[in-house]
């Protein structure tokens, strides 16, 4: 679930919102404080690149494997009951559709 909607906000973020805009944008923060970081536009390709490429993949890797390799919770050598699971599952889901409904 956590991966999910890191997924969903790193999408946001760099392809959405735009990644060479948000790119301007911390520019422009960068630049108005006292101590500037000069070299925001020598860097600055690198983190489009992780923006809109780099960890849309790398999370989108991660939850597939999450779901593929996916093992039912259990205590010690006791394994909860499977609507339990089915619970847990659609509150899940509750926040991951609250997300795209609002």
């Given at each position: 679930?956590?991966?999910?909607?890191?997924?969903?906000?790193?999408?946001?973020?760099?392809?959405?919102?735009?990644?060479?805009?948000?790119?301007?944008?911390?520019?422009?923060?960068?630049?108005?404080?006292?101590?500037?970081?000069?070299n925001w536009d020598a860097i600055k390709?690198?983190?489009?690149?992780?923006?809109?490429?780099?960890?849309?993949?790398?999370?989108?890797?991660?939850?597939?494997f999450n779901w593929v390799f996916f093992?039912?919770?259990?205590?010690?050598?006791?394994?909860?009951?499977?609507?339990a699971r089915v619970y847990g599952n659609?509150?899940?889901?509750?926040?991951?559709?609250?997300?795209?409904?609002?």
């Amino acid at each position: 679930n956590v991966l999910l909607f890191a997924l969903i906000e790193v999408v946001s973020l760099g392809w959405l919102y735009g990644a060479r805009r948000f790119a301007t944008d911390m520019g422009v923060m960068l630049k108005k404080r006292t101590f500037s970081f000069q070299n925001w536009d020598a860097i600055k390709w690198w983190w489009i690149a992780c923006w809109t490429v780099i960890t849309p993949l790398t999370l989108l890797v991660l939850l597939i494997f999450n779901w593929v390799f996916f093992e039912p919770l259990s205590y010690e050598f006791h394994q909860f009951p499977y609507l339990a699971r089915v619970y847990g599952n659609l509150m899940s889901a509750a926040t991951v559709l609250a997300m795209f409904l609002s």
